[in-house]
């Protein structure tokens, strides 16, 4: 008698129940600056984006940003009712990102950059690399120089 192997129930691949989240976007300063002062060249453009990315997944600004839009405002409450109306996550910048900031910023002391400390754009790149995040910004130059691996969104 010739037995047939019975089939073996085997533990499934995980991969197939992990759905391909998209990655929460950084809006960098600029993109909200347009949208704030109804840029002419640039407003339309960002709106469009902001709408797109916020559709699949969260935005996000960190306090950096967030000091980087501030000088528009003459007061807080002020800001405060303006960010209310954009549908933003606040996240605090992680430690590891500050560290790789750092770093960034070595690299462009080191290649003659004139700046004593680290700008806000190597802060902002660490971020957004740190928490895997895509960054939403029409300033990509820097961003691709320091941050070769980050997903960009700039037009």
């Known amino acids: 008698?010739?037995?047939?192997?019975?089939?073996?129930?085997?533990?499934?691949?995980?991969r197939y129940l992990q759905r391909g989240f998209e990655p929460a976007t950084l809006v960098d300063s600029c993109v909200l600056i347009d949208?704030?002062?109804?840029?002419?060249?640039?407003?339309?453009?960002?709106?469009?984006?902001?709408?797109?990315?916020g559709?699949?997944?969260?935005?996000?600004i960190n306090p950096i940003i967030l000091a980087e839009?501030?000088?528009?405002?003459?007061?807080?409450?002020?800001l405060e009712a303006t960010l209310a109306t954009l549908p933003l996550v606040r996240e605090a910048l992680p430690w590891d990102a500050a560290f790789l900031a750092g770093q960034a910023f070595r690299i462009y002391r080191l290649t003659k950059g004139l700046k004593t400390s680290?700008?806000?754009?190597?802060?902002?790149?660490?971020?957004?690399?740190?928490?895997?995040?895509?960054l939403l910004t029409r300033d990509a130059a820097r961003y691709r120089t320091y941050f070769p691996k980050?997903?960009?969104?700039?037009?």
């Open 55 to 60: 559709r699949r997944a969260p935005l996000i």
């Open 118 to 134: 680290p700008m806000p754009d190597f802060y902002i790149g660490a971020h957004a690399l740190i928490g895997k995040l895509r």
């Open 35 to 53: 949208v704030l002062a109804n840029d002419p060249r640039w407003a339309e453009w960002s709106l469009d984006q902001l709408d797109q990315l």
């Open 1 to 14: 008698m010739v037995s047939k192997a019975v089939p073996k129930v085997r533990e499934p691949d995980a």
């Open 150 to 155: 980050l997903e960009i969104v700039a037009p």
């Open 69 to 78: 839009i501030s000088p528009r405002f003459e007061r807080a409450a002020d």
